[in-house]
């Protein structure tokens, strides 16, 4: 998931081995393509900070009421609320941020939730921890409308897409072991649209907590008929720096910040990055991209410490770390530094000799056999998709 430091603290690649080796024990299955299904890490998994939860329950005013997510039984489902523009902070979205935001020139609505990366069936899944009466609104209408999916939720079942459903094999009334800081068994209580790419797990808030997932760490926006370039600038100056700002209307994999004649989309750049090594194909370096942050769309910090698009720990990055964009800055979350940047680590760890050095050399980026296994079997799938 992350590139492990060498020199970081000797038990973290040991917790990396065991959770691996717990994920073979209880015999979750790593698919053998992840074209078109994989997700990316979403946050971290790390405790919640003193203090950041005082703004639950919360509104800044009558301009945009801020929905928090808390305790409480599954409401009716009253209206629809299509989110335009969702977030994902580096650290737990504070009150005073939430309500700045709510008060952003044709914000509507906003509301806060929280998140983080699991493992369900040998897959990283991305989840959102809420609380299940205010988010229904938040999905597609057909889904918002079926009991039987929030009332799973309020009886602390998790319930995934419809995609995710096939794609994993999984069926509602079954108990799944979801690994993330804690392995729980937990019944799926059903599947449907959610409407948001890159999520497709929810969880109650309870069970966020027990999972260890991040409390407030997203925030998603209703604002019909505004300027939503304008209301993401404004969002990310107000989440602060390492924050993931989504346009749920544009789904092209548009490299944030291009011009100049630069790499228009991380294909683009995947390919450019990979010409500093030779024999290293451009298909790892998306497999990884794809696999550690979605291309870009989730690069906020890990349980691990790691920041950035490809994920490198700090401390890595500090020796590998590239200013590929020429601004005299190599900056972990900018994707023209870092996709070069996970070039030049994995050359220097023997990428370009293919074979076994490249499996070696994959596995230094994270301590995990079945990782490996998923990063190369997606490269062979892009490699088959682009021939």
Same mark, same amino acid.
């Given at each position: 998931?992350?590139?492990?430091?060498?020199?970081?603290?000797?038990?973290?690649?040991?917790? %990396?081995? %065991?959770?691996?080796?717990?994920?073979?024990?209880?015999?979750?299955?790593?698919?053998?393509?992840?074209?078109? *299904?994989?997700?990316?890490?979403?946050?971290?998994?790390?405790?919640?900070?003193?203090?950041?939860?005082?703004?639950?329950?919360?509104?800044?005013?009558?301009?945009?009421?801020?929905?928090?997510?808390? *305790?409480?039984?599954?409401?009716?489902?009253?209206?629809?609320?299509?989110?335009?523009?969702?977030?994902?902070?580096?650290?737990?979205?504070?009150?005073?941020?939430?309500?700045?935001?709510?008060?952003?020139?044709?914000?509507?609505?906003?509301?806060?939730?929280?998140?983080?990366?699991?493992?369900?069936?040998?897959?990283?899944?991305? #989840?959102?921890?809420?609380?299940?009466?205010?988010?229904?609104?938040?999905?597609?209408?057909?889904?918002?409308?079926?009991?039987?999916?929030? &009332?799973?939720?309020?009886?602390?079942?998790?319930?995934?897409?419809?995609?995710? #459903?096939?794609?994993? =094999?999984?069926?509602?009334g079954l108990d799944y072991p979801?690994?993330?800081?804690?392995?729980?068994?937990?019944?799926?209580?059903?599947? *449907? &649209?959610? *409407?948001?790419?890159?999520?497709?797990?929810?969880?109650?808030?309870?069970? =966020?907590?027990?999972?260890?997932?991040?409390?407030?760490?997203?925030?998603?926006?209703?604002?019909?008929?505004?300027?939503? %370039?304008?209301?993401?600038?404004?969002?990310?100056?107000t989440l602060g720096a390492g924050?993931?700002?989504?346009?749920?209307?544009?789904?092209?994999?548009?490299?944030?910040?291009?011009?100049?004649?630069?790499?228009? &989309?991380? /294909?683009?750049?995947?390919?450019?990055?990979?010409t500093a090594c030779p024999g290293?194909?451009?298909?790892?370096?998306?497999?990884?991209?794809?696999?550690?942050?979605?291309?870009?769309?989730?690069? =906020? %910090?890990?349980?691990?410490?790691? /920041?950035?698009?490809?994920?490198?720990?700090?401390?890595?990055?500090?020796?590998?770390?590239?200013?590929?964009?020429?601004?005299?800055?190599?900056?972990?979350?900018?994707?023209?530094?870092?996709?070069?940047?996970?070039?030049?680590?994995?050359?220097?760890?023997?990428?370009?000799?293919?074979?076994?050095?490249?499996?070696?050399?994959?596995?230094?980026?994270?301590?995990?056999?079945?990782?490996?296994?998923?990063?190369?079997?997606?490269?062979?799938?892009?490699?088959?998709?682009?021939?």
């Amino acid at each position: 998931m992350v590139p492990t430091d060498s020199t970081g603290p000797p038990g973290e690649s040991r917790l %990396r081995r %065991r959770r691996a080796l717990i994920i073979v024990a209880v015999a979750l299955t790593v698919c053998a393509t992840l074209a078109g *299904g994989v997700v990316a890490a979403l946050t971290t998994e790390g405790a919640h900070p003193r203090g950041a939860a005082a703004h639950r329950g919360t509104s800044p005013g009558a301009q945009g009421p801020v929905t928090n997510v808390s *305790g409480g039984q599954a409401g009716a489902f009253k209206r629809a609320v299509p989110p335009d523009l969702l977030a994902v902070a580096a650290r737990p979205i504070t009150a005073t941020a939430a309500r700045k935001i709510a008060k952003l020139r044709g914000v509507r609505d906003v509301i806060v939730v929280g998140g983080g990366a699991v493992q369900l069936q040998g897959r990283k899944v991305n #989840a959102f921890a809420v609380e299940p009466s205010r988010f229904r609104s938040w999905t597609p209408p057909g889904t918002a409308k079926q009991e039987e999916l929030w &009332s799973a939720l309020v009886a602390n079942r998790f319930v995934v897409s419809s995609t995710a #459903a096939q794609t994993l =094999g999984i069926r509602a009334g079954l108990d799944y072991p979801i690994v993330a800081r804690t392995m729980p068994l937990l019944t799926m209580g059903g599947a *449907g &649209s959610l *409407g948001l790419p890159g999520i497709d797990m929810l969880v109650s808030r309870k069970t =966020g907590v027990d999972l260890g997932l991040v409390q407030d760490l997203a925030v998603m926006i209703n604002a019909p008929g505004a300027n939503l %370039r304008t209301l993401s600038g404004q969002m990310h100056k107000t989440l602060g720096a390492g924050a993931q700002v989504l346009n749920l209307h544009d789904q092209s994999n548009q490299v944030a910040g291009d011009g100049g004649g630069r790499a228009a &989309s991380y /294909l683009d750049l995947y390919r450019q990055a990979a010409t500093a090594c030779p024999g290293l194909s451009w298909t790892v370096l998306a497999a990884i991209g794809q696999i550690e942050s979605g291309h870009g769309r989730n690069a =906020g %910090r890990s349980s691990a410490g790691a /920041l950035g698009p490809m994920q490198f720990m700090p401390a890595t990055w500090r020796a590998y770390g590239v200013d590929g964009d020429g601004d005299h800055k190599a900056d972990i979350m900018n994707p023209y530094d870092a996709v070069p940047g996970a070039a030049r680590y994995l050359c220097a760890n023997g990428a370009g000799r293919g074979g076994k050095s490249l499996y070696g050399a994959v596995f230094r980026y994270n301590h995990a056999d079945w990782y490996v296994r998923n990063v190369l079997s997606l490269a062979r799938a892009y490699a088959r998709q682009y021939s």
